[in-house]
């Protein structure tokens, strides 16, 4: 018979996790302590935004595949195998995870499991949790040791994570014994079929995994963007850099675009996480190099507040600003540590009327942001405008017209915070175009 699977905490990733995990095939029942977001989850209404998962939400719904419940003890009679998906966010002011949904979930599942069972850890955690998880496991579970743990990394990326999960690039698994190992080779036995790698390693290799990943994607980004700044004091085109370095094949093009840096949900907070795990540790020296990385990555949203007061004549003092993008990046509704964001509650503080508008993050933005404007399209935000910035690389804003633009700003000054819209194709419609790392 088919393992019966729960999935405890139905955020981005744990939603996503239920509705492929029956996708697959499999019973799904998803957990969550919010009763308001499970209510809308089981009424077929996802509560952010992510391509193609809607759907699969709704059919799942429908085929009776998938369930959700606020119900540890519904929860544990159901499953077989439980994934743990809550959120691991920065504790306030400091660096370091905060394990509170992590200790909460393990907490309130243990003491009711009475039968054998595979709890897998999804969440991003500092090396070491997954060893004194498994332990307080077998310690508060009734059915002792036969309550085994595992540890399984997400690796999705927001605007993907549909993909990402039927069609990993690789499946890495943490265990301490062979059972749960083929538990787990059972799970996932049609993604294994087409051919994905599943590595099977011990608890602080897997939780590693993730957290090295995430570390050498912002080094990547916040390298690219220290050369943006050597650019800029040289006079030579950063794009240009970043295309020649791309047709090394040691060195690739992905996560090499040039910009305003990076933001969301997971790098800055597991960098930093993954920083004060490291000096818990004593080997801090080891990723001193990454609070280089988080400083380059902040310095970028600075230079482009300098360089849009630039273009105002060094104030942005009863000047109108537009802002195009919210989201960290585009695909997403998702404004968490928004460079975007940042940026324009920055101006504003400086002084400046901003007003912004996103395609699928307006409600995010004001939540997050509610002294801000926002229009409630592209022109809207700009209209009046003496200043534009384009910060979210949104397909529409990548291919907006600059003749139709012009038609509704005050000056025609745009800076490209995402170095992709064609620079001649503004210029010779009368733009002031300027972009960060570009002459």
């Keep these: 018979m088919a393992q019966r699977l729960t999935v405890i905490g139905t955020g981005y990733l744990g939603a996503t996790h239920a509705a492929c995990m029956a996708e697959l095939g499999f019973d799904v029942l998803g957990l969550d302590v919010d009763k308001k977001k499970i209510d809308r989850l089981a009424a077929g209404d996802l509560p952010f935004f992510e391509p193609g998962l809607e759907p699969l939400l709704q059919r799942h719904l429908a085929s009776g595949r ?4 606020t119900s540890y003890e519904e929860l544990a009679a159901f499953g077989d195998v439980h ?12 660096y370091a995870a905060d394990l509170t949904y992590v200790d909460a979930a393990i907490n309130s599942l243990a003491p009711l499991l009475e039968r054998p069972c595979l709890v897998v850890g999804k969440s991003t ?7 004194m998880l498994a332990d307080r496991l077998a310690e508060l579970a009734p059915v002792g040791e036969h309550a085994r743990l595992a540890w399984n990394p997400e690796f999705l990326r927001e605007g993907f994570a549909v993909k990402d999960t039927l069609h990993p690039d690789r499946l890495v698994v943490g265990v301490r014994s062979e059972g749960p190992e083929q538990i787990l080779r059972e799970v996932y036995a049609a993604t294994i079929a087409e051919g994905t790698p599943f590595i099977v390693a011990d608890y602080p290799t897997a939780e590693l995994v993730k957290v090295a990943a995430n570390a050498f994607l912002a080094t ?3 390298f690219i963007n220290a050369m943006a700044e050597v650019c800029e004091a040289t006079g030579a085109d950063v794009t240009k ?9 040691r060195i690739g093009g992905k996560f090499l675009g040039p910009g305003l840096g990076f933001g969301g949900g997971c790098l800055p907070k597991d960098i930093r996480a993954f920083m004060a795990r490291a000096g818990e540790l004593g080997v801090d020296q080891a990723l001193s190099f990454l609070r280089e990385v988080d400083a380059i990555n902040i310095r970028r949203r600075i230079r482009m507040v300098d360089l849009a007061r630039e273009l105002l004549g060094g104030s942005f003092t009863g000047r109108t600003v537009g802002v195009l993008g919210a989201a960290f990046k585009p695909n997403s509704d998702d404004v968490r540590d928004s460079p975007a964001l940042d940026v324009a509650a920055s101006i ?5 009327h901003v007003t912004v508008y996103d395609p699928q993050a307006m409600h995010n933005a004001r939540r997050a942001q509610p002294d801000l404007k926002y229009g409630e399209s592209a022109l809207d935000a700009v209209r009046g405008a003496h200043v534009v910035l384009h910060l979210t690389e949104w397909a529409e804003f ?6 139709t633009l012009a038609t509704v700003v005050a000056e025609r000054n745009i800076v490209d915070g995402r170095n992709v819209l064609d620079p001649e194709q503004w210029r010779s419609a009368g733009w002031n175009y300027r972009a960060l790392g570009r002459p």
């Design 348 to 352: 504003r503080a400086q002084g400046g």
């Design 220 to 222: 990547k980004i916040s």
């Design 125 to 131: 955690v500092p090396v070491g949790t997954a060893a």
């Design 83 to 94: 994934f743990v998906c809550v959120g691991t966010p920065q504790k306030a002011g400091e």
């Design 398 to 403: 990548r291919e907006m017209s600059p003749d």
């Design 241 to 249: 850099l970043s295309e020649a370095l791309s047709h090394d094949d």
């Design 66 to 69: 998938l369930r959700f419940t």
